[in-house]
């Protein structure tokens, strides 16, 4: 029961430093920063689990930090008129993703820590109740009269979704390495790189580019190494 309300409490604090960061930075730089979690979730098995500090841990640390110094170094080669410009407010929203990162590697320690034990449904059914009673507050003050339709449509699609790849990416820690689960995860760079060229007309710059491939460098670390170890 403390592990599923964990589990709940992490998740929330996750996805809420995550919507709170895309609110601040690009799209382009919040997904490779948040997508820090793995390393974060070896470095927390370590220490917390007793795991082993293996080199592949290293080279994840190594490259993960390297790429997400080379983001918060770049500029946009084209500001986005939607987000805040000044500097203070592009380092908050990289702090935002770090906090992300971190609560994702605590909810992914807590689900390996219990393997099969637990239904993927009831970890689920907690961190939605999470959700749910720390946004209540929040929701209180907000002018639901003052949004369009469109915007309740978002809404939905977004737990709808979210509730999906909930259940699927919990699955996957529980079958497999969480190792590998992170390198499939991953991807979502790639995807953040291409939705903010095509569908926010974002251009990605040098600097981005590196940071990116640096982190993408820690999948690549994970699957070469896990398959040296099967």
Not at 22 to 34: D, G, N, R, T
Not at 128 to 139: K, Q
Request: net charge positive.
């Amino acid at each position: 029961m403390r592990t599923l309300i964990l589990r709940g409490f992490f998740g929330f604090f996750a996805v809420g430093f995550s919507y709170a960061a895309l609110h601040l930075i690009k799209f382009s730089e919040a997904v490779p920063i948040m997508q820090t979690a793995p390393m974060w979730t070896a470095v927390f098995s370590v220490l917390l689990i007793g795991e082993k500090l293996t080199i592949d841990v290293i080279l994840n640390i190594v490259l993960c930090f390297s790429g997400v110094l080379l983001i918060t170094l770049s500029k946009s080669a084209k500001e986005d008129k939607s987000l805040p410009t000044s500097d203070s407010a592009r380092m908050l929203g990289i702090c935002c993703c770090l906090l992300s990162s971190l609560g994702r590697a605590s909810v992914n320690v807590l689900i390996r820590k219990t393997g099969k034990k637990v239904n993927i449904l009831s970890f689920a059914f907690y961190f939605y109740v999470a959700n749910a009673m720390f946004s209540m507050p929040c929701m209180m003050y907000e002018h639901w009269g003052d949004h369009p339709i469109s915007d309740y449509l978002y809404v939905a699609g977004i737990a709808i979704f979210a509730y999906v790849a909930q259940l699927c990416y919990t699955r996957g820690l529980q079958l497999e390495k969480a190792a590998k689960v992170a390198a499939l995860a991953y991807t979502q760079i790639m995807w953040a790189a291409i939705l903010d060229i095509v569908v926010f007309h974002q251009q990605v710059n040098g600097f981005q580019l590196a940071g990116i491939f640096c982190i993408l460098g820690c999948a690549i670390v994970m699957i070469f190494f896990n398959k040296a170890s099967d």
